[in-house]
């Protein structure tokens, strides 16, 4: 019975370190496959998609005359969307989206305020904690999956054995060689 009461204790610990985390992160990848699945799928009305317009400075760059299929992620402040097609200019970069509201309220209830917690001191507005900076700037396009591929193939090296057949194995010389001897 002690056991079972230890390892009872263990994983709601080993759940409250870490295990909480994985929980809401697998349930964010489950919204956006499904997301991702309903856009391929067709299944999303065409009045849903809007279009996100973020200024930007690339002089070196020729605008796009017409948008281009590019699926991805997008973070403005505390939303999230998911684009289907991207058009450049030079000046502004525009996205046609669709808000993913499911994993904005993911993250939303998986955030931590600090009015929640009762030993943070808080200011005099009782709101705000502290002044979040951001040193990447308003607008950030993180990346969560990474894939490897190997970039050689390795081959077991090939021995052949060289013979070359000698008929003869020795030299003829036009005479005899001198004597050394001192």
Not at 21 to 34: G, K, M, S, V
Not at 46 to 61: C, G, N
Not at 127 to 134: E, G, L, N, T, Y
């Amino acid at each position: 019975m002690k056991r079972l009461f230890a390892i009872l204790l263990l994983s709601v610990h080993l759940f409250n370190l870490g295990g909480y985390a994985l929980f809401y992160q697998y349930f964010i990848n489950r919204a956006d496959d499904q997301m991702v699945k309903e856009v391929y799928k067709d299944k999303i009305n065409d009045s849903r998609f809007i279009e996100l317009k973020i200024p930007v400075h690339m002089a070196t760059i020729t605008d796009w005359t017409d948008y281009e299929v590019v699926a991805g992620q997008i973070q403005l402040k505390d939303a999230y969307y998911n684009y289907v097609k991207l058009k450049m200019t030079r000046d502004t970069m525009y996205f046609i989206c669709l808000p993913n509201t499911a994993k904005t309220r993911l993250v939303a209830a998986n955030i931590i305020t600090a009015k929640q917690i009762s030993d943070v001191p808080m200011s005099k507005k009782g709101d705000q904690a502290a002044k979040r900076v951001s040193t990447t700037g308003e607008y950030s396009l993180p990346s969560f999956k990474y894939q490897y591929a190997s970039f050689e193939i390795l081959k077991k090296p090939t021995y052949r054995n060289v013979t070359i057949g000698i008929n003869t194995p020795y030299i003829e010389s036009p005479g005899k060689p001198p004597n050394f001897s001192c």
